[in-house]
Nanobody
């Protein structure tokens, strides 16, 4: 069983930055960040391969968001810069214990454990 606890959400003005963290208990393979805005489907934002492999980003965040993983501390982070109002959403940390991903996955069905979510609000 894996537990994921997110932190770091909040409110910021457009152009600002936030850093999300996800503390994981237990061993995981692929890990990623997803988000869900009101009235929209959950979408993959960024993911990282098993053992800190290559990262994968949604086109909407490329160049602005950076995913990283500290395997020793079992912590997944998402540095979000140049935030836009359209980044407003609940952000979820996700982990897979069943799939080995060399370069991450933005497909939600890859993941079998999810955090509780943290709200990110970007005002214009």
């Amino acid at each position: 069983q894996v537990q994921l606890v997110e932190s770091g959400g909040g409110s910021v003005q457009a152009g600002g930055s936030l850093r999300l963290s996800c503390a994981a208990s237990g061993s995981t393979n692929c890990m990623g960040w997803f988000r869900q805005a009101p009235g929209k489907e959950r979408e993959g934002v960024a993911s990282i391969g098993s053992l800190g492999g290559a990262a994968r980003y949604d086109d909407s965040v490329k160049g602005r968001f950076t995913i990283s993983q500290d395997n020793a501390k079992k912590t997944l982070s998402l540095q979000m810069n140049s935030l836009k109002p359209e980044d407003t959403a609940i952000y979820y940390c996700a982990a897979s214990t069943t799939f080995y991903c060399s370069s991450g996955s933005l497909i939600s069905s890859t993941y079998n454990f999810w955090g509780q979510g943290t709200q990110v609000t970007v005002s214009s």
